[in-house]
């Protein structure tokens, strides 16, 4: 892929929140660095998948990317376009191009208000509509391409099972003709018998809509079947990058190694002859992260590093990773 294919950017992005204390008079005594440093490319019409633990700032990321928080520092660039330069009228123009689909249907979406208010919100926000009629067709037809009845307009959210206001939450995100979503954890709230559904439908609109998105999940299995490369997160930092198939055949960052030792193999003969990696100790706390590699309290090979920070590098064939051991 060359600069031509890059559609979103992110350089050295941060997001901190702040820790205060005081009732009347409030000062700030530290941060949760809840993303610290992201550098990576995302290409037009590829699926990023972003995975790693609980807790490491994938959420976070996914909405700091789309400015929906303010970053601390570094810079996001969507299609040569600097959002963080960007306030007002302006980045309301450009954030009609991008869209989020949020993890849990049940909470995303207004109980107060009927399915063709919902879905039909950006499109009066956008002005991408003239009038109510046109409005209704407008929904209609997105309720169609989400595989949805489109005589359920006057309905209300109660009225559905969590895969169908999923699909609900496609089709708003959808309504503004984005060209990049952010899909965060899209599946994790719904039943099992559901997700392959939801998946293959967000393939489906990929294909049809020449969507590109950034697929926040913790499915390692689901994010293989759905992605083209994976980035791996620890503790708000990307700690390993690369096309999906060379990252579960050749995983280098020890953090990836032990995520990936702990998907189950439907194979019993293949599962009984792996060798499983457990990680001792707790995640530190964001607040006060370690020095040097954020992985060195849990390493298994940390007493072979330097205490210096290890450099983010391509080891090549797109495979960048941030570790002393495996970049040697």
């Not at 980045?91 to 107060?112: E, G, H, K, T, V």
């Amino acid at each position: 892929m060359n600069e031509d294919h890059v559609l979103v950017r992110v350089e050295g992005l941060k997001k901190y929140f702040p820790i205060t204390r005081g009732i009347l008079i409030q000062r700030q005594v530290g941060a949760v660095q809840a993303v610290d440093g992201l550098t990576f490319d995302i290409y037009r019409g590829e699926t990023l998948g972003l995975v790693g633990e609980s807790g490491c700032g994938k959420t976070t990321a996914g909405r700091t990317i789309l400015l929906l928080y303010r970053p601390t520092a570094g810079r996001v660039i969507f299609d040569g376009v600097d959002l963080t330069a960007l306030k007002g009228e302006a980045l309301r123009r450009i954030r009609r191009r991008m869209q989020m689909i949020f993890q849990d249907p049940f909470a995303s979406l207004n109980p107060r208000m009927t399915i063709a208010r919902i879905i039909g919100e950006p499109l009066r926000v956008h002005k991408l509509v003239t009038n109510r009629k046109e409005e209704i067709e407008r929904v209609q037809e997105l309720l169609r391409l989400v595989q949805l009845n489109p005589r359920f307009i006057n309905r209300y959210p109660h009225e559905f099972s969590g895969g169908q206001r999923q699909r609900i939450g496609i089709a708003r995100a959808l309504a503004s003709n984005p060209e990049f979503i952010v899909c965060d954890e899209p599946i994790s709230a719904l039943d099992v018998s559901i997700q392959a559904q939801i998946v293959n439908l967000l393939e489906d609109l990929q294909d049809q809509l020449g969507l590109t998105y950034l697929f926040i999940a913790h499915d390692l299995s689901m994010v293989r079947h759905i992605c083209d490369r994976v980035a791996v997160m620890y503790l708000g930092r990307i700690v390993e990058l690369a096309p999906k198939d060379e990252l579960y055949d050749h995983p280098l960052h020890p953090y990836t190694q032990a995520l990936l030792s702990a998907v189950p193999v439907p194979d019993p003969a293949v599962e009984r002859r792996r060798r499983r990696i457990i990680l001792e100790g707790d995640v530190p706390s964001p607040v006060n992260p370690p020095p040097g590699c954020r992985f060195r309290t849990r390493c298994p090979l940390a007493s072979q590093c330097p205490d210096e920070e290890p450099v983010w590098q391509d080891v090549g064939g797109g495979h960048w990773v941030a570790c002393h051991i495996a970049s040697r």
